[in-house]
């Protein structure tokens, strides 16, 4: 196998045959290709695509590059979720341990942030202690009797997809749909899941700012996961705006306690958690219909057992055991803080959630290059829904930022970011598709 062929071909817009990318893929993981190599053969996926054959060929490889694990003794339905990726989107945080306490089994393999999307494991790791890589022993151990276990791709798991994964985030790769479908499916199949139900973003913060492009996507992630025997729906859901009110990694932990405690009711987040709660209940034949799994996300929520399972996931991968009782000791955040003040009356009417993200990256709170280290303490919280009628001076959110310049910076983006209209917004609705 000759790596400069396989991407000439590509780049020249032929297909890869099964074999070609199994080598590629199977060199990748091995270490015998240059990051050159992987972002050339990443930017000649991005102009050119692939046809569905190589996309599950490209999924299998990866998938198959490293340990595929068995579920057999659990004795509860295998099901996970996953995001293509937003802002402010810390669903999977509350979804985990709320699906683990209605009877699922939860073995969730999340990622870093890609871009200027927030990622899950950053996030966990403001907590102090939590290891997002524990070995298989331990991983299996965490699943069985907690219920679930968030954690990122270990050495042993889908390897392929964590090189290609971090050349992507830093070669503007990462909204290819073959791409993103072989990089999500490759994680799920190697965990061994049963059932999958994607939230696949759409809007100015997403990967896929155009509805027809977010469909396409779904549907290709619901087509090759299904064609691999994981059976498989996708619910696409809005990103024109933050979906939490907080937007960092602490403050995104900070949020989630928030929510597990009740405390994020009739909001578009708690929109989102119920319906991919509901959709993986049903899915997993646990639920008849999504208003019954709807009752019981509330009733695993109102009970205090999702959040007890929160934290028992949290105190078994190394966390502290008494996060919940005491979040503000354990999860810091920036000391210097800005608010940012309406500059007029009116309807907050619209905003851009990309730069929302990228302002966090600012702060130092998300990557650059690969090897950059984040500050978990940095980022936004409180921030107003689109919607809301706002008096001038009133806040629109809060930076929390590390020091005093990057905060004013960063606060004065943010105001700029924001749109004050005379009239109430309409807004677009928060779940649009199911696929």
Not at 376 to 384: C, I, K, R, S
């Amino acid at each position: 196998m000759i790596p400069q062929e396989i991407i000439r071909r590509k780049r020249d817009g032929e297909a890869l045959s099964a074999d070609e990318i199994e080598d590629f893929i199977a060199a990748l993981a091995e270490g015998r290709l240059s990051e050159g190599q992987i972002g050339a053969f990443a930017m000649a996926v991005w102009f050119k695509g692939m046809d569905r054959d190589e996309i599950v060929a490209l999924t299998m490889a990866m998938a198959h590059s490293g340990e595929m694990l068995s579920w057999a003794d659990i004795g509860r339905p295998i099901a996970d979720k996953h995001s293509t990726g937003g802002v402010g989107d810390n669903v999977s945080l509350m979804l985990a341990p709320i699906a683990a306490a209605c009877g699922l089994a939860v073995p969730m393999i999340s990622g870093r942030g890609l871009g200027h999307t927030g990622g899950t494991l950053d996030k966990l790791e403001s907590i102090p202690g939590y290891t997002v890589t524990p070995d298989a022993a331990l991983f299996r151990k965490v699943v069985k009797e907690a219920g679930c276990a968030i954690i990122g791709q270990t050495a042993a798991l889908a390897p392929a997809d964590g090189k290609l994964y971090a050349v992507r985030d830093v070669t503007a790769t990462v909204d290819s749909i073959p791409l993103i479908t072989a990089s999500i499916l490759s994680k799920k199949l190697a965990a061994g899941l049963q059932t999958l139900v994607l939230d696949v973003k759409v809007g100015n913060g997403a990967f896929m700012a155009a509805p027809d492009d977010a469909e396409r996507l779904a549907a290709s992630l619901v087509e090759v996961a299904n064609g691999a025997g994981v059976k498989t729906s996708a619910l696409i859901t809005d990103m024109n705006e933050p979906l939490a009110d907080a937007v960092g990694n602490a403050v995104e932990i900070r949020n989630c306690i928030a929510f597990l405690a009740g405390e994020k009711t009739g909001t578009r987040l708690e929109t989102v958690v119920l319906a991919f709660a509901a959709e993986m209940l049903v899915g997993a034949g646990l639920a008849s219909t999504r208003e019954e799994g709807e009752r019981q996300a509330k009733a695993a929520i109102s009970s205090d057992k999702a959040a007890e399972i929160f934290a028992r996931m949290v105190h078994m991968l190394g966390g502290p055991a008494d996060l919940l009782e005491r979040p503000s000791h354990y999860l810091t955040v920036g000391k210097f803080i800005r608010p940012v003040l309406a500059q007029s009356g009116g309807w907050l009417s619209s905003c851009n959630a990309r730069d929302i993200g990228m302002g966090v990256i600012d702060l130092g709170g998300g990557r650059r290059h690969p090897a950059d280290k984040i500050n978990h303490a940095v980022g936004f919280t409180d921030l107003l829904p689109l919607g809301t009628r706002v008096e001038r001076g009133d806040a629109i959110g809060f930076v929390h930022a590390a020091n005093d310049a990057a905060a004013d910076a960063v606060a004065a983006a943010l105001q700029a970011n924001y749109r004050i209209g005379d009239e109430a917004p309409a807004l677009p609705v928060v779940i649009s598709k199911r696929i």
